[in-house]
């Protein structure tokens, strides 16, 4: 549920520019507990190679057991974040990435990952608690 709280204010561009940055760095730097922090409770993901949705949580999780092995490595580049606000209380966010990650957990084994035209999709609202989340997240690829 998207609740807009007077005691939060206008959310800014800068406020979503930061929080994506730090998404990305809670990733990279393999911080599980502040991933999944960063999604509302009923938030939903579509991954990179997803076909259909999940939600967020369970996306979060699913990264951790991917990519957080202690021999796992994971660079990530930002392009531009264009901020659209959606009112005082949301904003998607969009932009480019660059993607590398190494020895991440499949199936079959460890695999190698290289995403030079990646692009993100992310709409943050500020939940009950005032806090900023990401309510809904889609990551493609060019060319998939």
């Given at each position: 549920?998207?609740?807009?709280?007077?005691?939060?204010?206008?959310?800014?561009?800068?406020?979503?520019?930061?929080?994506?940055?730090?998404?990305?760095?809670?990733?990279?730097?393999?911080?599980?507990?502040?991933?999944?922090?960063f999604y509302g409770h009923e938030s939903s993901v579509f991954?990179?190679?997803?076909?259909?949705?999940?939600?967020?949580?369970?996306?979060?999780?699913?990264?951790?057991?991917?990519?957080?092995?202690?021999?796992?490595?994971?660079?990530?580049?930002?392009?531009?974040?264009?901020?659209?606000?959606?009112?005082?209380?949301?904003?998607?966010?969009?932009?480019?990435?660059?993607?590398?990650?190494?020895?991440?957990?499949?199936?079959?084994?460890?695999?190698?990952?290289?995403?030079?035209?990646?692009?993100?999709?992310?709409?943050?609202?500020?939940?009950?608690?005032?806090?900023?989340?990401?309510?809904?997240?889609?990551?493609?690829?060019?060319?998939?």
């Amino acid at each position: 549920m998207l609740v807009y709280l007077s005691s939060v204010g206008n959310m800014t561009a800068e406020q979503v520019k930061s929080a994506v940055e730090r998404f990305w760095n809670a990733f990279s730097t393999k911080s599980d507990n502040v991933l999944a922090d960063f999604y509302g409770h009923e938030s939903s993901v579509f991954g990179s190679s997803a076909v259909r949705a999940e939600p967020g949580r369970l996306a979060a999780a699913r990264r951790k057991r991917e990519y957080f092995n202690p021999s796992t490595s994971v660079k990530v580049i930002l392009g531009p974040i264009e901020v659209l606000p959606l009112g005082e209380a949301a904003a998607v966010a969009s932009y480019t990435f660059q993607f590398h990650a190494s020895k991440v957990a499949t199936a079959t084994g460890a695999a190698e990952e290289k995403f030079e035209h990646g692009r993100a999709t992310q709409v943050f609202a500020y939940d009950l608690d005032g806090h900023l989340r990401i309510m809904h997240e889609h990551l493609s690829i060019a060319g998939r």
